[in-house]
Every structure is written in structure tokens, then in C-alpha cells.
């Protein structure tokens, strides 16, 4: 039977029920906790998670939880813990820390105390009477520590899981791809129906559908971590792998556009899809957008347009948004989904927004404003 391990998709505040959600959809069952979903589950879970998850920062492995108010205590707890279940005789194991509302608020010393005590286990269980090699694979250890409970894990995934692999150009403040999806998976856009994004930037938000819209696995492009660990084996990726490419729906047909005012963002965005692997299937163009036109019934648009923490003014803004709702108001049948951190945004847009949901783009907080087309 397969090794069973506990696992933490760790999310961004505001997005671990959609986090969580992605890992029921997967097959195992989760836990949603402040910042994380927890849930145990097969080792081959490591290799799905990594390559499935859309809305998660990362996938950590939940090696050891325990209340410490002393150092000796952490460190006894820490030897406590079957180290060598994931870290090989000569991987490499940094640990990096963090310290909220703890009595043990010295992050370096956690770190170092928790590093000797992994050094005292791994040297004990191998068998070696010297420091350890640490010339292998690499495993990231963390330990956290937050009202006196220490979360011990190792990071599976290597590079923070936004980074899918095809951004090669971006803008002044680009949208984390992780938060796109997260914007589109709010939504109950299908496939079949019009998807625009007006204000694309350098393109994630279109990338980003048009991957939900094909089910292309969005690790598909990349490499992890783990890869190299032999805890597990390489028949686990290559499932995974070919997993992916069986579920991909290639044929998929998609209107997706997207639009922005600034040639150089459409040029990367151009530039960025072609990284992907998406070829000509998103339509990109120019322009600003009080010359948006639509001519279908029933579409979407998703979209984080510029706000006055990255323009100079707000009567610029408000200007954008007023267009926006101008154009908008002679679509009733549009659903329209708004990522801004502009208080006055629905005044600006001319209406009362259906719902509102409190999101955070990586630091800055901000609303996500959702107009529900009539049907």
C-alpha cells in the first residue's frame, strides 16, 4: 500500500475555501484552516497537487505539529520526528522560520536549534559519525511558530506555484497567476460562453482561463522540487504527467480576449500565451476601454484593471471605471467580475454591485465587485 503523508496546500487570506475546493476535486478530502488546507493522503498526492492546483501558493509536507515555550522543548520535539521517512543520507535541508505571538520569538535561533536537532536524528538513523554531506536533493524545512504551536514542514514544490512558467514578460504590478485563477474560478464562466478581459495587462487572466477552459494542468510546464526526492519514486510522476496530458481537452474551443491600452502589455501578453503553449487561441488587442465592443449575448468579463495605488490620480480612475459601466449598462446579459482596491469603484461603475468579496492582492486589499448578467 502507498505510503500515506499529511499534506498543507498553503493559500493566500481569502482563497483557502477555493484552495480546499481544488483538493476535494482532486480526491482527497481537506481541511480548511487560517492560510492552509491540511489533508492527508497518498505520496503520489505530492506529484497531482503540485501540477493540479491553480489557486495554491504551495504544497508542503506536514511533518510535526507541538506546543514549545522553550528551546529544550523544540528541539526534543523536533529529534522526535521521522526525519528520515522524507530527507535522503545526503539531501540538503535549510530551515527557514517565522515567529508570531510566541514566547520563542527569536526566528534564528528556532531555525538553528530546529536544524540540529534534524542533524542529531539523521546522523543517529544513517549510521554517520561526521557532519552531515547535505550534497543531494534539496528539501526547504520550515518551522513556524504561532502562539506557541510549532508547524514543522518541508516544501514540496520548490518555486511558489504562480510561477507556471510562461509569464516571460510582465508590467508594473502584474497579477499573481494564482490570484487569476482564483478571480475565474469565483465565477461560473464555462468554456462555451465569452470570456474578456479589457484591461489584460501583461495576459494572466486570459492565460489563466484558457487553461480552465482546455483543463491544461497549469505545473504542466515546470519542474518541482520533489522531483528529485527518493521518497518518491519516478513512476509517481510520470502518472502524473500522463494524468495531465490524458485530462487535457486540446479541442476545447474558446473566445477568449483580451484588451489593453498600452501596445507594450499586449505585445507581452502575445509573447507570454505563445510561452504557454496556447499559439493564437486568445484574441489580443489595443485599445482603450470605452471603445470595447460586444456583440454577444450572455458573456463574461473578468478583470483587475488600474486603480489609484498604480495611477496617479483617482479622477483618472474614475473616468476608466465610469467608460467601463457606460459601455457595460447596454449588456444586461453580461456577468461582470471587478478586482479593484478603488472604494468608490460601484459609484464610479454606475451600480450597485450583486456581491462583494473581500480579497487580498498580495498585500493590497482589495474588493472583488460581481455583476450577475440577467438571463
Known amino acids: 500500500m502507498e505510503q500515506q503523508v499529511t499534506l498543507i496546500a498553503t493559500a493566500a487570506m481569502g482563497l483557502?475555501?477555493?484552495?480546499?475546493r481544488e483538493v476535494r476535486e482532486l480526491g482527497y478530502d481537506a481541511a480548511i484552516e487560517n492560510g492552509r488546507v491540511l489533508f492527508n493522503a497518498p505520496l503520489s498526492a505530492i506529484p497531482r497537487c503540485n501540477l493540479w492546483l491553480r489557486t495554491a501558493d504551495r504544497v508542503k509536507i506536514h511533518v510535526g505539529e507541538f506546543k514549545v515555550t522553550s528551546f529544550d522543548e523544540l528541539f526534543e520535539a523536533t529529534k522526535q520526528l521521522p526525519w528520515e521517512q522524507y530527507i535522503n543520507e545526503d539531501g540538503q535541508f535549510p530551515v527557514s522560520g517565522k515567529s508570531v505571538k510566541s514566547k520563542l520569538f527569536s526566528v534564528s535561533?528556532?531555525?538553528?536549534?530546529?536544524?540540529k536537532a534534524i542533524v542529531d536524528r539523521l546522523?543517529?538513523?544513517?549510521?554517520?559519525?561526521?557532519r552531515m554531506p547535505e550534497t543531494g536533493a534539496l528539501y526547504k524545512v520550515e518551522v513556524a511558530l504561532h502562539k506557541d504551536i510549532a508547524t514543522l514542514t518541508i516544501d514540496t514544490s520548490g518555486s511558489g506555484l504562480h510561477k507556471r512558467g510562461y509569464r516571460v514578460l510582465q508590467?508594473?504590478?502584474p497579477l499573481k497567476e494564482t490570484m487569476?485563477?482564483?478571480l475565474l474560478l469565483l465565477t461560473n464562466w464555462t468554456p462555451n460562453k465569452t470570456l474578456i478581459d479589457p484591461f489584460c495587462g501583461s495576459g494572466t487572466i486570459p492565460i489563466e482561463a484558457s487553461l480552465i477552459g482546455q483543463n491544461i494542468a497549469p505545473g504542466f510546464n515546470r519542474n518541482f522540487a520533489s522531483e528529485s526526492w527518493n521518497m518518491l519514486p519516478q513512476d509517481l510522476w510520470d502518472k502524473a504527467f500522463?494524468?495531465?496530458?490524458?485530462?487535457?481537452n486540446y479541442d476545447q474551443e474558446l473566445n477568449i480576449i483580451g484588451s489593453d491600452i498600452n501596445h507594450k502589455m499586449i505585445d507581452a501578453s502575445r509573447e507570454n500565451s505563445q510561452e504557454a503553449g496556447l499559439g493564437d487561441l486568445?484574441?489580443?488587442?489595443?485599445?482603450q476601454v470605452k471603445d470595447l465592443t460586444i456583440r454577444k449575448e450572455g458573456g463574461y468579463i473578468v478583470t483587475n484593471p488600474p486603480y489609484g495605488k498604480r495611477l496617479s490620480a483617482d479622477k483618472e480612475v474614475e473616468t476608466i471605471y465610469r467608460d467601463f459601466g457606460a459601455i457595460m449598462k447596454h449588456h444586461p446579459t453580461w456577468s461582470v467580475y471587478v478586482m479593484?482596491?478603488?472604494?468608490q469603484f460601484e459609484k464610479a461603475y454606475g451600480k450597485k454591485a450583486t456581491k462583494k468579496r473581500k480579497l487580498f492582492n498580495g498585500f493590497i486589499r482589495t474588493d472583488y465587485y460581481q455583476y450577475h448578467g440577467e438571463k
Do not use: P
Request: with cysteine; net charge negative.
Open 16 to 20: 483557502e475555501a477555493i484552495v480546499g
Open 109 to 115: 535561533d528556532c531555525q538553528a536549534i530546529v536544524k
Open 123 to 130: 546522523r543517529l538513523k544513517y549510521g554517520i559519525a561526521s
Open 171 to 173: 508590467g508594473e504590478a
Open 180 to 182: 487569476a485563477a482564483a
Open 242 to 248: 500522463e494524468e495531465a496530458e490524458d485530462l487535457a
Open 282 to 287: 486568445i484574441q489580443w488587442k489595443q485599445m
Open 340 to 343: 479593484t482596491a478603488y472604494n
